[in-house]
């Protein structure tokens, strides 16, 4: 590869990406930063360059328009995965506000919903059938290939993917959302990319602008908030300001948690104004409020700018032969914006006032807003966390609040002279006193300008903005019988790149099997790498003081070369090597301590639907009844025959309870333990018939719902061959405890290996399988039941398995006398509008489920409660208006559950967006969650 020529940075954003450039060049820091002016579409034909590039996509119907409409400067080379015709750019943003169901919006916030699978064709998320879907990390990659042909259509001789390009990413991305961020980077041909938080950049650019003035104007400004507030997401990070011998130094000394509220939520607030003039209390579907939403945004910019109308038309297009009879506007007021914009999202609220965490409305197109949509909290929240250290680097002593004197803006929802007013009033009453709120003319490219002001001090040409880790990370070591420790990693303060060895603690691990460490985080300043914290268990360290992180985990590779004795296990001794990267993570290694190029990287285990009440190890110290509970399960499925009488194998269950008390219990890391003692005699299973049911009963339970602990993904591998083996005593018994077994794990499952399942049971599920008597006596000697109940909980099939699984049993439910409860129940799991695990984008339609209410509302729920239950789940609200049913039958729904003798629970999860209670759960999931483990929708 060539040498660069060019600096680039690009703001690929939520709403607008943009591009900003300079000549790598001497003197470095002299050269001009400017903007890359983006080729595109603004009509049919019509090419346009502007310094925005709208961050939308739009699919046209194959017959929309010509291959000439759709024409570039460039011969359009897709992305891998994409499809071919796919518009970018202003015009696909103003087709969606005439087109339904036909627009990608929000990318970027997509690529960090970890409630869908973000490599899934799941975009637009409101689109029509006949609409092709691309991925998240699709549809972000799109735009950096678009960019990356219309820089090199004017650049030829230097192309994007041979210059040093940095991309910018919210603070508070997770390690998920960076990684898909880098993900569509290399698809769309870049692969030597560097990330920037945000914020950062932001700093970066004003930093550009005043280097001949910065210490001056910071002098008496020693704690700045940033505040940036993009499309779709919050991001908060303070910078603390320090002079010495006229030398500035900035540091970023804290980030804000991910908060997905922004622009969008502002342009929604403004759709749901409208959309009740529209249509009175009915609620428009997801593809109309999507064109309405393009309408809103534009009004909000106009009646928030310095020249405001008093009021603008939003205007509802029809769609199909009524695009021009169906036509319909209202008008939005200055005066009404004003209020939303301030009231609803800027609000004078006190510093000592805290997000309402209860969920809003504010929940659409399937994206996890927060639940209170007021900025002002947040950043008190935000504050709130970061006391000590902003007293620290203010300066101040005491307890009184601190407060950022400076404070620096960005993002669109600043283009407002109105809202960058409230916002600066807001933070002078916290403070009491006057704040400085440093300039930024340019909100909507100052993140793009600032990634190459990075790219600059990389080099050495600009202040580098430092302060490294902002808080110190720390490894728990649980201790039997002992107080714990906690050994520290990585201080706080360490630059980039910096490798730190903890070369004096080593670790013995067995190659070939799941480690996972469990670490903590302060942001004090005076512990170094090496230092042994005790501060007693980990539920007694001070909240104030540390605080826990998801599990780091790896599997180390063996050597499949190096020959070893029965029962005996390869093992490797290892130093811990970690260092922060670019982006402000933590990286994690174990380096071989007689090899330093054998190394394994450790990632954290982010499961976004599961979270453990219970931050201990795995691996934490038995009690002696576990551990007593652990040796009668060795012993009754030991590799000794002799050592395992028939008396043992059935009192187990029994014997187990008496240790560790009923099974309903348990926590989840004793499960988990049982289900590893289970796992090392799973060869034993087959022994005898008690041997084998006890084994899928028991280890079952332990192992549900399939995941849940950092390393049970490890143990779902080592599971799946055991699928392949099937049973060895064929009984109906014993096979409704081989589905129920599956149907307990399945949440660990993939989506191939829960079409394996289906595939294999189908042929007992099918309708026509009971009108022969041998078929229908077959399917009974299989457990059918529990086989019904097993295919409705395989939750990663496509929805047209679903839809077809769901028909099967509607039709059986109200015409068979046999399992009618295990139908309807098989019914609410499959068309539920909320999964339990799966991905959002796999639940079976709206359209679909509306079709098949009728029938359920001709039941007599009195007579068949589950009728009612599967009715509940079917309509379950969830603020997103692509799942939820319409307002007309949900009014009817809530009567009959009401008339019906059900739970009132049952009329609040369908009238309101909420959690299902333990016993509704339970009833859902098949069996009660192990203590410990919350699913989280």
């Not at 050269?31 to 595109?40: G, N, R, V």
């Not at 020693?222 to 603390?240: A, E, H, M, Q, W």
């Not at 007021?374 to 680097?393: E, G, M, T």
């Not at 068949?864 to 603020?879: D, I, L, Q, S, V």
Request: glycine letters at 6%; one cysteine or more.
């Amino acid at each position: 590869m060539s040498k660069p020529r060019y600096l680039v940075g690009i703001d690929l954003g939520t709403t607008n990406t943009v591009v900003a450039f300079c000549e790598l060049s001497e003197p470095l820091n002299q050269q001009p930063i400017e903007l890359f002016a983006i080729d595109q579409l603004k009509g049919p034909g019509e090419v346009v360059r502007k310094p925005l590039l709208p961050s939308f996509r739009y699919h046209p119907a194959p017959t929309q328009f010509s291959a000439a409409d759709m024409t570039l400067p460039w011969e359009n080379q897709v992305v891998e995965g994409d499809i071919p015709h796919a518009i970018i750019g202003e015009w696909a943003r103003d087709l969606g506000a005439r087109s339904e169901g036909r627009q990608v919006s929000s990318a970027k916030s997509w690529l960090s919903h970890t409630g869908v699978d973000r490599t899934q064709e799941i975009l637009p998320w409101a689109g029509a059938q006949d609409v092709e879907k691309v991925s998240p990390i699709i549809a972000s990659a799109s735009y950096l290939n678009h960019i990356r042909q219309s820089w090199n259509h004017r650049h030829p001789s230097h192309p994007l993917e041979e210059q040093d390009v940095v991309v910018t990413v919210p603070a508070s991305f997770d390690e998920s959302a960076r990684k898909y961020t880098l993900e569509a980077a290399t698809l769309a041909g870049l692969h030597n990319i560097a990330l920037l938080e945000e914020p950062q950049a932001v700093c970066y650019d004003w930093y550009a602008r005043h280097q001949a003035s910065a210490a001056e104007e910071l002098a008496e400004i020693p704690l700045i908030l940033v505040c940036d507030i993009g499309g779709g997401t919050t991001d908060l990070s303070l910078i603390s300001a320090a002079t010495t011998s006229e030398q500035l130094a900035l540091n970023r000394i804290g980030v804000g948690d991910h908060l997905m509220l922004g622009g969008d939520n502002l342009d929604l607030a403004l759709a749901h104004l409208a959309e009740s003039r529209f249509k009175g209390s009915n609620a428009l579907n997801a593809t109309a409020l999507t064109k309405l939403i393009q309408q809103t945004r534009q009004a909000k910019e106009q009646l928030l700018s310095s020249q405001a109308p008093d009021e603008v038309k939003v205007t509802l297009l029809g769609s199909g032969s009524k695009l021009l009879g169906g036509t319909r506007s209202v008008a939005i007021t200055k005066q009404e914006v004003h209020q939303i914009a301030l009231e609803g999202f800027f609000p004078l609220s006190l510093l000592t006032d805290t997000p309402d965490q209860r969920r809003s409305a504010m929940v659409e197109f399937g994206l996890p807003y927060v639940a209170d949509p007021a900025v002002s909290k947040h950043i008190a929240q935000f504050l709130a966390q970061h006391q000590a250290i902003a007293r620290q680097a203010a300066g101040q002593d005491g307890d009184a609040p601190c407060v950022p004197v400076g404070l620096l803006l960005n993002g669109g929802a600043f283009n407002s002279d109105l809202i960058t007013g409230r916002i600066t009033q807001l933070l002078e009453n916290w403070r009491g006193a006057p704040i400085t709120l440093l300039d930024n003319p340019h909100p909507d490219w100052s993140v793009a300008l600032g990634a190459v002001a990075y790219g600059k001090a990389r080099r050495g040409a600009q202040l580098k903005i430092g302060g490294g880790s902002p808080r110190s990370y720390f490894l728990h070591l649980p201790e039997k019988n002992k107080r714990s420790k906690a050994l520290c990693l990585l201080a706080k303060g360490t630059e980039e790149g910096q490798e730190i060895r903890l070369s004096s603690r080593r670790f013995s691990l067995t190659l070939g099997e799941p480690v996972r460490f469990m670490l903590l985080t302060s942001p004090y300043d005076e512990l170094a790498p090496g230092t042994t914290i005790r501060n007693g268990l980990l539920s007694d360290i001070d909240p104030e003081k540390f605080a826990a992180l998801p599990p780091y985990v790896t599997t180390l590779a063996g050597d499949d070369n190096v020959e070893l004795a029965a029962n005996q296990k390869q093992r490797v001794e290892v130093i811990l090597a970690s260092q922060l990267t670019e982006v402000g993570t933590l990286q994690l290694e174990c380096v071989n301590g007689n090899d330093d190029s054998q190394r394994w990287t450790l990632e954290f285990d982010v499961r976004a639907q599961t979270q453990s009440t219970d931050d201990t190890s795995e691996a934490s110290s038995q009690s002696k009844p576990l551990s007593t509970a652990l040796e009668l399960i060795s012993k009754a499925y030991s590799g000794n025959k002799n050592s395992a009488d028939s008396a043992t194998i059935k009192t187990l269950t029994k014997s187990l309870e008496k240790k560790l008390g009923k099974r309903d219990q348990w926590d989840f890391d004793t499960l988990r333990q049982l289900y590893d003692a289970f796992a090392l005699g799973k060869k034993r299973r087959r022994r005898s018939v008690q041997h084998e049911q006890t084994w899928l009963r028991l280890a079952g339970y332990a192992m549900r719902p399939g995941f849940g602990a950092p390393t049970d993904a490890w143990r779902m591998e080592q599971l799946w061959p055991i699928y392949q083996q099937g049973i060895q005593f064929s009984s109906h018994a014993t096979w409704s405890d081989w589905w129920t077994f599956w149907r307990r794990v399945g949440g660990g499952l993939n989506q191939e290996q829960q079409e394996t399942i289906l595939a294999d049971i189908a042929k007992y599920l099918h309708p026509g399988s009971a009108r022969a008597a041998k078929n229908q006596q077959e399917s009974h000697d299989r457990g059918y039941e529990a086989m019904v109940r097993l295919a409705a909980s395989l939750e990663h099939l496509h929805s047209d398995d679903k839809v077809l699984l769901a028909t099967w049993f509607l039709k059986k439910a109200t015409s068979q006398t046999d399992f009618v409860s295990a139908h309807w129940w098989a019914l609410g799991r499959l068309a539920s509008r909320v999964p339990f695990y799966g991905s959002a984008h796999n639940v079976v339609s709206r359209e679909q489920v509306q079709q098949w209410l009728p029938k359920l509302l001709s039941e007599d729920w009195n007579a068949e409660p589950m009728a009612g239950f599967a009715t509940m789940m079917m309509c379950r609200k969830t603020g997103d208006r692509t799942r939820d049913i319409s307002d007309d039958l949900r009014a009817t729904v809530i009567d009959k559950l009401r008339s019906s003798k059900v739970p009132d629970s049952w009329v609040g999860l369908v009238a309101e967006v909420t959690q299902l209670s333990e016993s509704e759960s339970k009833r859902a999931f098949g069996d009660a969650l192990p203590n410990g483990l919350i699913l989280i929708n």
